[in-house]
């Protein structure tokens, strides 16, 4: 639903449109976060959640891989839930040798293409909420677009709908939170290939929509919530 209608059917309904209302996606993308980024991603996602999410803001969290299993589908203004769900989230990645090691491409571009199904989905979600302001925090490390250009075009056209709705992603790659040493098995020009590939797609999915990639850990890391946080209100 455009976000027009959304807004008139709100008022018809009695549902509240104030300009403090927020509605807020947290798309967690545990197939393309590493297992060994668990615990890391669970206090990533409650800072998260503590800093964005207001009084009167409705938020929901969505996921393509295992966890989605733990989600609900509608937005909710409960925060007790939203806590309680991140205690249960887990990355399911492939591992870097497994990527470089892989023997066809068909497991890396079936993530992606399942991760941008459920993206797009969580568009939808929040097409039909009647807060002022919509955002998605996407986390996820990424997609090769370089390697598979389909996946650009794909990432390009989650852009338009999102613009076409006024809604903002902001990116968070967990790979700030570094938790192994290199693996000696993947070749470093290689790595470095993928990371600038994957991490671009994220930068065309956040610029398109005027939100931006949060690549910093530790205070940084709460310096560009709070400027997520200040344009969303």
């Known amino acids: 639903m ?26 967690v993308d545990d197939l393309h976060i590493s297992f060994a980024q668990t615990g890391r991603l669970r206090d990533l996602l409650r800072t998260a959640a503590k800093e964005l999410i207001q009084e009167g803001d409705r938020s929901l969290l969505r996921a393509p891989g295992p966890s989605a299993v733990l989600l609900t589908t509608a937005l909710s203004a409960d925060r007790e839930s939203m806590a309680a769900t991140i205690r249960m989230m887990t990355g399911n990645g492939l591992k870097p040798v497994d990527i470089a090691h892989a023997p066809s491409n ?4 079936y993530r992606a293409n399942r991760a941008l199904d459920a993206a797009e989905e969580a568009v ?12 998605i925090v996407y986390v996820s490390s990424g997609y090769d677009v370089e390697a598979f250009p389909a996946l650009e075009e794909r990432v390009k056209a989650l852009v338009r709908r999102a613009c076409e709705n006024n809604i903002t992603i902001f990116a968070i790659d967990p790979r700030v939170f570094p938790t192994d040493l290199p693996d000696p098995r993947v070749d470093p020009v290689l790595l470095e290939r993928y990371t ?10 956040t610029e398109g929509t005027g939100g931006f990639v949060i690549e910093r850990a530790g205070e940084p890391l709460l310096l560009d919530l709070k400027r997520v946080g200040t344009q969303m209100r």
């Open 124 to 135: 939808y979600a929040l097409t039909g909420d009647p807060g002022r302001r919509q955002a």
């Open 106 to 109: 068909d497991e890396v571009v």
């Open 196 to 205: 600038i590939s994957t991490r671009r797609s994220l930068s065309l999915m």
């Open 2 to 27: 455009p976000r027009v209608i959304a807004v008139i059917v709100a008022a018809v309904l009695g549902v509240s449109t104030q300009e403090t209302d927020n509605a807020w996606v947290f798309f």
